[in-house]
Every structure is written in structure tokens, then in C-alpha cells.
């Protein structure tokens, strides 16, 4: 079946420190890749999107490369902030989803930043 | 745009009782996605309607549970007889439906956090 596996948190981290969140997923078809992120006491938020393979999706200096040959879509960003500070979610739209905002969500990514 | 707002943020109750939640979307969002969370994972699709009309169901949705949206605005989630393992935060998201999936964006509200002693 289709799934999304997320490497597990609590990631901590200094302030300005590189961040990768590591994402894998088993899919049929060729899906399309998300990021959302939860600041605390809010809802999820897209964060940044990729649609076909070697797509990059970025946004407030993360970034994620869709890669079909490791079914992987990782996101980086090379110096964290306080404010990053979330639970990070990576999530598949995939293609027999009968055109809806059906998404399949893997299990979330604490990550801690420290000043 | 005032978001997705859903009520209560919280609740609590006893095992067999029914709850019942709601969420308003953004008002021009023709559809709303129910979702549910369990400590430690990522939200589980359950529902979705598009206007008025809920047009499919995960099997994660037992017969315990019904979901309506009776003039295409806000939506209610009732669940009857709850049981512990109801507990989990329930998510509710709106958007406006794109010829392609992929270009449709979910806004999601804060949910409710139902806990079933």
C-alpha cells in the first residue's frame, strides 16, 4: 500500500545549525510529495511541495528533492532558527487518489532549536 | 480569510457517551476534509465532502460515526457511544477543488482533542 516513513524526533539543534528530516515512502503510481509543518497551538501548514521526480520544492529556506530512484524526499535547511521550532510532516498525494486532497501522512518530526 | 476554525478545542468525556464537533471553513472552500491524530503519528484520513455531498469514507470510520455538512458551510462530526480509543485529535481542513490534485492546498484548523475516559 501507499505510506510515508519519517525518521524519528525529537530532533535537537543549535541555532543556525544544518537540518535534515529524513522522508521514505512506498507508493503505486507516481505520487506527489508534501511538506506541512505545526507550530505549536496551530493548525498544519504547507510548507513546500514537489510533483514529479527531481522536482525541488522550497520555501522559507527549506528545501526537499523529489528522488524516484530512492523514494526519498528529504527536507533541509541550512541554518535553523528559534522560530523553526515545530512538528514537521512529510505526506503523499498519490495518483489513484481520485483527484481530491486525499493525503496520506507520515508520523511527524519534532524538531527542538536552541539559541 | 479567518481560517478554519473548528469548536471545542477540547473535550471531555465518558466512555458510551456521544460528542459531537464542529468546523467552519473558509467560507468560499467548496470542500472539507476530516482527519484524525493519534499521539505520536501523522493525521489518518476519514472523510470528505465536496459542497454538500460527503462523497467518500475511509473504513476508519466506523458506524459510530457520522459526518454531515448540510449546506455545503460548516461540517459536524458525531461520534456515538464513544470508546477509549477514540482519543486522539480530530482535524478538520477546507480548499477549493483543482482540475489537478496536486494544486489543491488544504488549510487545516487547530482541532479538537477528544479524550474518552
Known amino acids: 500500500g501507499n505510506s510515508v516513513t519519517q525518521m524519528e524526533g525529537p530532533v535537537t539543534l543549535s541555532e543556525e545549525a544544518f537540518l535534515t528530516i529524513n522522508c521514505t515512502y512506498t507508493a503505486t503510481g507516481y505520487p506527489s510529495l508534501f511538506w506541512y509543518v505545526q507550530y505549536p497551538g496551530e493548525g498544519l501548514q504547507l510548507l513546500l511541495k514537489a510533483t514529479k521526480a527531481d522536482d525541488k520544492g522550497s520555501n522559507k529556506g527549506f528545501e526537499a528533492t523529489y528522488r524516484k530512484e530512492t523514494t526519498s524526499f528529504h527536507l533541509e535547511k541550512g541554518s535553523v532558527q528559534v522560530s523553526d521550532s515545530a512538528v514537521y510532516f512529510c505526506?503523499?498525494?498519490?495518483?489513484?487518489?481520485?483527484?481530491?486532497?486525499?493525503?496520506?501522512f507520515g508520523q511527524g518530526t519534532t524538531l527542538q532549536v536552541k539559541p | 480569510d479567518t481560517g478554519v476554525s473548528q469548536d471545542p478545542r477540547h473535550k471531555i468525556t465518558k466512555r458510551g457517551q456521544n460528542v459531537t464537533f464542529r468546523c467552519d471553513p473558509i467560507?468560499?472552500?467548496?470542500?472539507l476534509y476530516w482527519y484524525r491524530q493519534t499521539l505520536g503519528q501523522g493525521p489518518e484520513f476519514l472523510t470528505y465532502f465536496q459542497n454538500e455531498a460527503q462523497l467518500e469514507k475511509s473504513r476508519l470510520l466506523s458506524d459510530r460515526f457520522s459526518a454531515e455538512r448540510p449546506k455545503g458551510s460548516f461540517s459536524t462530526l458525531e461520534i456515538q457511544r464513544t470508546e477509549q480509543g477514540d482519543s486522539a485529535m480530530y482535524l478538520c481542513a477546507s480548499s477549493l477543488a483543482a482540475t489537478q490534485a496536486t494544486n489543491e492546498k488544504l488549510f487545516f484548523g487547530s482541532g479538537t482533542q477528544l479524550s474518552v475516559l
Open positions: 467560507s468560499e472552500h467548496n470542500r
Open positions: 505526506a503523499l498525494l498519490f495518483s489513484g487518489s481520485g483527484n481530491t486532497g486525499k493525503l496520506i
